[in-house]
């Protein structure tokens, strides 16, 4: 057994502290850990499911239960009318993964090797979606400033709808409710297309899979993996609704912002799995693998996740959310997802790309610090 599966024992104390109402920050930092063994547990499920079926599925699988915690976690901020909280955590999950997520995984796995290759049209592929999906995400923005208004501001207790829409007035406010709902539902098909393209039409580009691949120990029977995978994801879940459940007091205690919170804080563990596995398989030199996942999870974020959250909180939230993103995530987004797709042009990686990917992703989180 792995040593990181020891730290399980957090799993259960994490959640015996939240029913004791412990402190805020205890539980944070117990609920923070027990994410890791989950995340270790999915890691290795989806690499066994990516040694049978390539690392086109193998990806796919990782990210849809890689990105259930963000959405979990966002239909309860829903709730409680958390509006902005929730975009951060959209916008910090799309960030974490292009930049954080790939760059450690360009860091790793070509520390001790000249350079990695992986399959650029698949990549492209990817990154062209999001590039896309940027696009459907800021014009909501470039609307309510065209007609007038403001974007969102930073908000400490995540300002609802009427503080999204700027204080254009109620006609606009109608409008960015119609073209969010519309946005939503284009979004969401456009990520089916996208699913028949990468396993069915060109599943050859995204599952360069040999039937005489070997895995390190054997490989796991697909009825195993897939349980295992599953019951990492609820796992995985229920912790972080523990650890952002915590959160807001914790970070009072602490003394850092809530809008730092959701952008930085959250999407780092909400997209533990991710980190994990996608480090993990670089490291053995599967940058296919790698980069499906890293780039994959955020088109997903943009284009399944986010507009998903839309149409819930016209059904679930107090008001109806418009895809209305705060200067600093828009400058954000659009810079990571145009790095993205320059450095997974050519099929290379190196370590000192990994770098730049991370440093990057290191000084927006200074800005938003500060912000």
């Known amino acids: 057994m792995r040593p990181v599966y020891f730290l399980g024992i957090f799993i259960p104390l994490a959640v015996g502290l939240e029913l004791a109402e412990a402190s805020p920050v205890i539980v944070f930092f117990a609920a923070a850990l027990g994410v890791i063994p989950t995340a270790a547990l999915m890691g290795e499920s989806t690499e066994h499911l990516a040694a049978r079926s390539g690392p086109g599925i193998g990806g796919l699988l990782n990210v849809t239960f890689g990105n259930a915690p963000e959405l979990i976690i966002a239909f309860f901020a829903l709730e409680k009318g958390l509006q902005e909280v929730v975009k951060a955590s959209i916008a910090g999950s799309i960030l974490g993964n292009v930049l954080l997520v790939l760059g450690a995984s360009m860091l790793v796995g070509g520390w001790n090797r000249e350079k990695q290759t992986f399959n650029s049209t698949a990549a492209m592929a990817q990154s062209g979606m999001l590039l896309l999906a940027l696009l459907a995400l800021i014009l909501p923005a470039l609307f309510e400033l065209i007609n007038g208004g403001g974007l969102p501001p930073v908000s400490e207790e995540g300002a609802g709808f009427a503080e999204s829409c700027g204080g254009i007035g109620s006609a606009n406010c109608s409008d960015l409710k119609t073209m969010s709902f519309i946005v939503a539902i284009i979004l969401i098909g456009s990520y089916a297309a996208g699913l028949l393209f990468s396993l069915k039409t060109h599943r050859s580009l995204f599952n360069p899979y040999s039937e005489d691949e070997e895995h390190e120990g054997g490989t796991w ?85 986010a507009p998903v959250l839309v149409l819930l909180s016209f059904v679930f939230g107090p008001e109806p959310m418009p895809l209305v993103f705060n200067g600093y995530e828009l400058g954000a987004m659009i810079f990571a997802v145009l790095i993205a797709n320059f450095l997974t042009q050519d099929g290379e990686s190196n370590w000192f790309e990994g770098l730049q990917l991370i440093a990057v992703y290191a000084v927006m989180g200074v800005v938003f610090y500060f912000a």
């Not at 697909?222 to 229920?238: E, P, Y």
């Not at 650890?243 to 997209?271: P, T």
């Not at 980190?275 to 499906?292: E, G």
């Open 221 to 305: 029977t697909t009825k195993r993996a897939l349980i295992s995978l599953a019951v990492a994801g609820v796992l995985v879940g229920l912790m972080s609704e523990v650890l952002v459940g915590s959160i807001e007091e914790a970070s009072k205690d602490i003394g850092i912002s809530q809008f730092f919170v959701g952008i930085f804080i959250v999407a780092i563990v909400g997209n533990a799995a991710e980190h994990w596995v996608a480090v993990l398989v670089a490291a053995k030199n599967k940058m296919d693998l790698a980069v499906n996942i890293a780039i994959g999870s955020s088109a997903q974020i943009a284009l399944f996740v």
